[in-house]
Every structure is written in structure tokens, then in C-alpha cells.
């Protein structure tokens, strides 16, 4: 692969993250593609982050491992990420700033530029370092600078011309800095591509799914969806903030109750505080949408790093049984269709639907093609028609296929309570004074019997409830889900290159499961199952499923992805004392 | 043959009652309150089917039950979220909301306040017996300091909470308390509350007859009485002072009746999306719009 793998590293409030966008856009638009991915600390100002950006002629499946072009803004910058350089890495930091006399100048590429004074005399303002900084990359790169001009254009118009102009002055003089010329020659291949990170592909998609309601608050590293939806309110679809996640998931149950297409997020913590509710979903049968943006846990555990822990929470969080569906998108792609197949779930099934994500999902940022607007279509499920239920409606019909149609408050003729008591078909309870009278123990056995046909009419309908598999005849197969596929996607690709026969084998929904072609698809093969957690909880949920054990395992709980490289050679060691 | 199109009285006169007999005591304070909140739907002829009425876990969930119109019986103390979904996703609905004061004071107290700031057009009738009745009785936020119940046997140690002072501080925009001894009173208060454009908290004095010795109907009879015209309900100030005065009396005097109104914009005539109209019949994003917001991560 010929990818560069440019980072650029100061404090908190240093504003990486937006010169680095900048990058990744004038990179995407010039037909490279991008994917990238930010170190940062639950603080606001200084500590250390870091934005790496890998540019390439072909897709990466990571940020990449190792550094091409190091931007030091600080000491710490030099001191945290030299063991990261590759031989004859360029190294551009502030001369004023940094000093780089841990590095050997035979080794690595010294560049020193004043990024700060050249700021404060092109702008007057120490934050554009950064785009001095970029400019520099760019030159480096050899990209054509008039294209970060649209770019920079583009972006900042609406805070007017004078921030469009100190931009694009900053840049040119990083750009135009003696010494500054071509090192690296990637050709893009003329196709504009968009650059999103997961958060945003999910909240777009939830949009474009029919989306009318979105609550939330606020919590790393779900907040951006929250962003999204409070930017684009205009777009008309409402966003709420609510005092507590309690709140929120209570407020999106209204709504989707009421007949608005709903969805809430949340990350661990708040997801504990949504369970009871969850439940409440569960028995009234509301078609909501809970997102789950995992973070390093337990409690409050690493606000800013990722982990794929929460799997089994979200299959069994709540007290009794009802039926869910949990999907965790691998992909850009899959972020983008999954808030609108998860809307569409959740009203044909009538249940909670739950969206696992992970920081790392969340928020890195890679270049996309396009989205597949076609494959959205929005299904409501059933839903009654007015006047049919004569003013005793049974909302809880013992349906064959366990949906019953439901109706919205407001629709005459089809009134009922929805409850979170067990009930009968119009809704009445079961508790109280029926309770343990022998008609009502038997209907308490009938209407949960109703809710539960429902996960055999979802396995009967839909085709999604198995993994993917790619290259069935490899040696050797990796099992993962969730994010951490386009690692082991790259990984493959890596050992591919080697002579080393690997295939994979991801989840992208976890519940409910075809157990008969899950196992089929993982008998006999030798499985590695990879994943960002302690517990093995993929292999756990495909013992259940299957009773196929997989005691090969790449465990990684250290709050940072896994990466292809790295994983990569820890697929060699497993393979080496394959069990 | 007169249809109900064309005598808008006997529309006006249809009962809301569904007529599933009340699961509570004989003599228990909630079935005026009941019966008030069908007088009160009877006298403003609201669309059954436009109705829904909300409740938490308590005695108090009954409600929606003994109702014909839409109803929830959600969450113990989570009524209040519920009850803003469904408002902002259908602003036609008149949104009800039916609680208890360990339901809406103890456990659901958080989203009180948030409630009342954001003054949304929903109406919260709040059932306070000052006892948790359904759990067999165990004090409630709302017992009075002293008070012997099975989780307090040697007496309550806790100052109870005042509702009326928490909702008018923290915005309610109307605030008002009823006695289920009188419910013709209570229906008025209720009517009007939903009447009131914003959030209305009516706090109900609704007697436990099983497990709250103390605040028995003889006992609030001996304290009880109306505010009169001398009550200037506009005035926070004053409404705080008559709010307190249950407190400030030692309980010797508790003022019942409209204590605070003011019309202030609600949250959905200022939500820029539902100022376009309910949530529910908006249409979805076209291709085009889809596009457009995609088209600026390019």
C-alpha cells in the first residue's frame, strides 16, 4: 500500500483537529484516500493530543502504524511520539518551542520552521500555527495549494473574509518555507470522496431514515451525534436535550409512541441509566433507537478511549426478556445505513433497537465514495387504520407473527393504554387484582409468548442476522465485529502480502442470531477471534449461539484500537501456538 | 335522528370514563381526583382520541386505566419525559400527566424542575398523600417531620418538601393545589390547567385512607380553605408567600387554589422545527435534502 501517515501533535486548544480536517478534505477531493484518528485527554486545555492523518492511493482499513511526517508543536510532541518516527521520517516543529536533540539528524528528516512567529505575522493569531504547519505538509506532499484555498474557502466563508484570507496566508507561508519542497508522490485517482466519521455517517443516516426526534445528554464519545442533530435542526428533525439519560430515553419513547421516528444516544454510562426504560420499551413494544458509543470502561473508566466491553450488556440489560435487536456497523458505510435500517427495524418489529458504537468508530475520520441513498426506504411496519378498533382497540392482539398493528395517540377509534404492567391485548393489566386468577396467568404465558414470536418472524424475514465471510477458503479465519473489522480487514490484506492464508468472518448484527448458518458459516474452520475487551464477549455470544468455542483469541483492552500492523503480527503469534 | 356533529352539548357531555372499576381503597382520595379530571375533560369536550393522559408507578397508575381516551402507564417517577416526547411529536395532543408524590416528588423530583423551566404545554395532576401507599406505607417526601409510617416507626426525621414553592421558583407557569374532598373545586383547577398555555402542576391533597393516619380528610378539612380574590395569582412573590404559608402556619393553614399563572412563550411555539407544525406530520427528507447535508463533508 502507498499510504503517508502525516500527525500532527501539541496541547488541547491547539486546534489540530480542524487544521487537520482541512487536510483530510483537500486530500479527499484530490481523489487520495483518507483515514483519520485522534489521540486526545478528557480536559479541554494542554495535556498531549494528537490527529493522525493517512493519505493514500489506495483504501486503508487504519490510521496506520508508525509516522511519516511529524507536525511537534510542543516538547511533549517530540518527546511522546519519537518512538513512533520511520527511518527518514520529515520532523517539523517550532524551533522556538521544540527541541529535537533526542533525534538523530542522520536518522530523520529536521525541519525546523517558526510556526508561531510566522503566525502571529501572517494572522496575528497563535492558533494558526497549525495551518502554517499544514502548509508545510502540503508542500512536503506536493499538493497543489490553491486547492487548500477552495477548501479553506469553503470552510471558514461564514465567519468571513478576513479568517478565509489569514488562512490561506498562513498556509502560503508554511507552503512557501525554504526548504519546503515535494518528498512524497501520491497520485489520487480523480474521484471526490467525502470525509465523515462514524458519529456523523450515523446521524446523517438516521436523517435520511426518517429521523423526526433525536434526545440526548451529552457524554463522550456520543456527543457529536447530539451536535449534528442541534446544527441541522433546520433540516427538521427535532433535537432535544434532556437533564439526565433517564430523560432521554423516556422523552424519545413519547415520541416514538406518539409516531415519530425516535432515536436517543448515549455511551456506556448513560446506557446504564436508560436500562429500566429499555425494558419499559420492551414491554410496551415503542420502535425506539438507543445508540451505544462504547468508551473505556467500568464507570466513568477512559472518557476519550475506546472498548468493545458493552456487547453483552446490550443483549441482556434489563430485568425479564423481550425481544431487541443489537447491530454494531463496521463500516462508514454501515454507520451511514444503520440509523436508517435500525428505524426501519424498530417500527416492523416494534421493539428497541440498539446501535453499538465505539470512540474509535465514532470518531475517526475516513473518505468515502458515497452513500447508497437507494437503499434507503423507509417502512413504518403495521400500523392500524383508523376507526377499525371502535373505541376498544387491542393495540396487543395475540398476532400470529407476535406484531400486532399499533396505533398513535390522536388516531380516533384506536384508543388504548400502553403499559408497562403485563397486559392484555387492549392494554388492560394482568396485575393488581387479575394477578395469579388462573385466565390471567394464562394470558400473562400468551402475551409474552406474542412479544418473543416476534424474534422467529425476524429470523424468518430478514437475512441479516448472519455474519459476513470473506475468502470462506482461507487457512485461517479471524472473527470480530463492530470496528475492529476494518483492522482485521487490513490486517488480512497485510498477511496476504506475506504468503499467509487469512480469511474473516464479522458481525455486524449480534441479536438476534440464525444459529444454524452461524455455525455452518464457522464450523470447521480455524478460528482467531479478535476483539477490544477483556472477556472474549463475541466468542461468549457464539458459544451460546453455536457452542463452537474459540480458544484462539486477540484480546486488546488498553483504550486504543487495534491496529492492522499490530494486529497483524499478533495473528502470526496465534497462528505459531495455534490451539 | 340528531347526530353528535350537530349538538355540540351532548359532544360536550360524553363521559371520558372507560368504567374499568378503580383498583383503590373505598374512600381513597384518588377517585375524586378521577372523577374531577373526567369533569374537567367532560367541560372542555376535548377529542377523546386527542387525549393522552400519563401516568408513573403508584397508586396513581391507575388512572389512565379508568379513562377512555389515549393512556401510559410508564415508569415509576419517569411520566414527566414520557409526557415531553409525546407533546413535542404531536402538539394537537392534550398531554395529561397523573402522579403520585413519591412518583413525582422522590424518585421522578429531578425532572420536576426541568419540567417546569421548560414550560411545555403539559398539565401534571399530582396525587400527594404524603405516604407511599402502594409499597403498604413507608414515608414520602411530602411526610410531615414526626411522622410515624413502616419505614419511619419512631417517627420522620426529614423536613417534608414543599411543591408549590419548588415549582413556582423553578418556573412553572401555573401552579396550583386541590383537595380531594372537593372535587368540584379540583375540577376547576384542572380545567383550567389545561386550559393554561405551558406547564401547569396541580399538587392534589389526596387522603391515603389505608396507610396515612395522620393527614386524614378530617384533618385537612380543619386546615384547608380557598384562596380568595385577595390572592393576586400574577404576582411570583406573593404566590411564594402563600405557598409557604402551610409551612409558616405550622400547618395550622393550607391555603388551596390557583396560586401562580403567568403566560410566558412555550418551548414549542419557540422550537424552530415544530413551529412548522407537529412532528408527526412532517415529511420525510427528499433525495435532495438528503444530499444536501451530505454534500458538506465533500
Redesign the interface.
Known amino acids: 500500500m502507498t499510504s503517508i501517515n502525516v500527525r500532527i501533535a501539541g496541547a488541547n486548544g491547539d486546534g489540530l483537529e480542524s487544521s487537520g480536517a482541512l487536510l483530510t478534505k483537500v486530500a479527499a477531493r484530490n481523489g487520495l484516500h483518507v483515514f483519520a484518528h485522534r489521540g486526545y485527554q478528557s480536559i479541554i486545555r494542554g495535556g498531549h493530543v494528537w490527529y493522525q492523518i493517512r493519505l493514500s492511493e489506495q483504501k486503508p482499513w487504519s490510521y496506520g502504524d508508525g509516522i511519516d511526517i511529524l507536525v511537534a508543536l510542543n516538547q511533549d510532541a517530540v518527546d511522546y511520539q519519537k518512538s513512533r518516527l520511520k527511518d527518514n521520517a520529515i520532523v517539523i516543529y517550532d524551533a522556538g518551542k521544540a527541541d529535537v536533540d533526542a533525534l538523530d539528524p542522520k536518522k530523520y528528516r529536521l525541519v525546523p520552521i517558526p510556526l508561531l512567529d510566522i503566525a502571529m505575522k501572517t494572522s496575528g493569531d497563535a492558533i494558526m500555527r497549525n495551518v502554517v504547519a499544514i502548509g508545510a505538509v502540503m508542500g512536503f506532499m506536493g499538493m497543489d495549494i490553491r486547492e487548500l484555498n477552495a477548501v479553506v474557502d469553503s470552510t471558514f466563508s461564514k465567519k468571513g473574509q478576513q479568517v478565509v484570507d489569514s488562512n490561506i496566508k498562513a498556509a502560503a507561508a508554511g507552503y512557501n518555507y525554504e526548504g519546503v519542497k515535494k518528498a512524497y508522490d501520491l497520485k489520487g485517482d480523480g474521484k471526490g470522496r467525502y470525509v465523515l466519521d462514524g458519529n456523523t455517517a450515523l446521524a446523517m443516516g438516521a436523517y435520511a431514515g426518517g429521523c423526526k426526534f433525536y434526545a440526548a445528554y451529552p457524554m463522550t464519545p456520543a456527543t457529536s451525534i447530539m451536535h449534528w442533530f442541534a446544527a441541522h435542526e433546520a433540516k427538521g428533525a427535532l433535537f432535544k436535550q434532556a437533564e439526565d439519560e433517564i430523560s432521554a430515553i423516556m422523552m424519545t419513547i413519547g415520541a416514538a409512541h406518539a409516531g415519530a421516528r425516535a432515536m436517543c444516544g448515549t455511551s456506556g454510562g448513560g446506557f446504564s441509566l436508560m436500562v429500566e426504560a429499555l425494558g419499559f420499551a420492551g414491554m410496551m413494544e415503542a420502535p425506539i433507537v438507543v445508540v451505544d458509543s462504547q468508551r473505556t470502561g467500568p464507570s466513568t473508566g477512559l472518557p476519550s478511549k475506546t472498548e468493545q466491553a458493552d456487547l453483552l450488556f446490550a443483549m441482556f440489560a434489563s430485568q425479564g426478556e423481550f425481544p431487541r435487536i443489537v447491530m454494531s456497523p463496521r463500516t462508514m458505510e454501515e454507520c451511514f445505513k444503520a440509523g436508517a435500517d435500525a428505524l426501519n427495524l424498530a417500527e416492523r418489529y416494534q421493539c428497541p433497537v440498539i446501535i453499538l458504537m465505539d470512540q474509535y468508530i465514532s470518531e475517526h475520520i475516513e473518505s468515502v465514495e458515497d452513500f447508497d441513498l437507494g437503499s434507503v426506504k423507509i417502512d413504518r411496519g403495521k400500523i392500524a387504520t383508523a376507526g377499525a378498533g371502535g373505541g376498544r382497540f387491542k393495540r396487543y392482539e395475540l398476532a400470529a407473527d407476535g406484531i400486532s398493528p399499533r396505533s398513535m395517540p390522536g388516531m380516533p377509534g384506536l384508543e388504548f393504554v400502553a403499559t408497562s404492567y403485563e397486559h392484555d391485548e387492549y392494554g388492560d393489566l394482568v396485575s393488581d387484582v387479575r394477578s395469579g386468577i388462573d385466565e390471567h396467568v394464562e394470558m400473562r404465558r400468551k402475551m409474552n409468548d406474542k412479544r418473543m414470536r416476534k424474534i422467529d418472524t425476524m429470523l424468518k424475514s430478514e437475512t441479516i442476522f448472519v455474519p459476513n465471510v470473506v475468502d470462506d477458503g482461507a487457512g485461517y479465519h479471524l472473527v470480530t465485529f463492530g470496528s475492529t473489522t476494518e483492522s482485521a480487514t487490513e490486517a488480512m490484506e497485510i498477511l496476504k502480502q506475506q504468503g499467509i492464508s487469512v480469511g474473516l468472518i464479522s458481525f455486524n448484527y449480534l441479536l438476534p442470531l440464525d444459529k444454524e448458518k452461524t455455525k455452518r458459516i464457522l464450523s470447521g474452520k480455524k478460528l482467531i477471534d479478535v476483539e477490544c475487551n477483556f472477556t472474549a464477549q463475541l466468542a461468549q455470544v457464539i458459544m451460546l449461539n453455536t457452542g463452537i468455542e474459540i480458544k484462539n483469541r486477540i484480546l486488546k483492552y488498553d483504550g486504543e484500537a487495534i491496529t492492522g500492523e499490530e494486529l497483524a503480527q499478533k495473528v502470526k503469534d496465534a497462528i505459531a501456538n495455534f490451539k | 335522528m340528531v347526530t353528535n356533529e350537530q349538538q355540540p352539548n351532548a359532544q360536550a357531555k360524553q363521559s371520558y370514563a372507560s368504567g ?1 372499576k378503580p ?1 383503590w381503597c373505598p374512600g381513597c382520595g384518588d377517585h375524586s381526583v378521577s372523577m374531577a379530571l373526567n369533569k374537567a375533560l367532560m367541560e372542555l369536550g376535548i ?4 387525549v ?1 393522559i ?1 401516568a408513573g ?1 403508584g397508586c396513581s397508575s ?1 388512572m ?2 379508568q379513562f ?8 415509576h417517577g ?1 411520566l ?11 402538539g ?2 392534550t398531554v395529561i400527566g397523573t402522579g403520585g408524590d413519591g412518583d413525582g416528588y422522590g424518585i421522578g423530583g ?2 420536576l424542575i ?1 419540567m417546569a423551566r421548560r414550560n411545555i404545554d403539559i398539565t401534571y395532576v399530582v396525587m400527594n398523600n404524603e405516604i407511599y401507599g402502594l409499597t403498604t406505607g413507608q414515608a414520602s417526601p411530602t411526610s410531615m417531620m414526626g411522622a410515624k409510617t413502616k419505614s419511619t416507626p419512631f417517627g420522620d426525621i426529614e423536613y417534608p418538601l414543599n411543591p408549590l414553592t419548588l415549582a413556582i421558583s423553578a418556573g412553572a407557569t401555573y401552579v396550583a393545589r386541590g383537595f380531594a374532598g372537593d372535587p368540584m373545586h379540583l375540577a376547576e383547577l384542572i380545567k383550567n390547567g389545561i386550559s393554561h398555555k405551558g406547564f401547569s402542576i396541580i399538587d392534589v391533597l389526596s387522603p391515603c385512607v389505608s396507610f396515612n393516619t395522620l393527614n386524614t380528610y378530617d384533618w385537612f378539612r380543619q386546615r384547608v380553605y380557598k384562596l380568595d380574590q385577595s390572592h393576586d395569582p400574577t404576582n411570583r412573590e406573593g404566590a411564594l408567600a402563600k405557598a409557604l404559608e402551610c409551612e409558616e402556619s405550622d400547618y395550622k393553614k393550607m391555603p388551596i387554589g390557583l396560586f401562580y399563572r403567568n403566560e410566558k412563550p412555550t418551548y414549542s411555539e419557540m ?4 413551529k ?1 407544525g407537529a ?2 406530520a ?4 427528499s ?1 435532495e ?3 444536501d ?2 454534500d458538506e ?2
Open positions: 374499568i383498583v377529542e377523546k382520541s386527542k393522552l400519563v408507578i391507575a389512565p386505566h377512555s381516551t389515549y393512556g401510559v402507564d410508564s415508569l419517569r414527566l419525559p414520557m409526557a415531553v416526547g409525546a407533546k413535542l411529536a404531536n394537537d395532543l429531578g425532572h426541568h422550537d424552530m422545527v415544530i412548522k412532528l408527526i412532517q415529511p420525510m427528507p433525495g435534502e438528503i444530499r447535508v451530505i463533508y465533500k
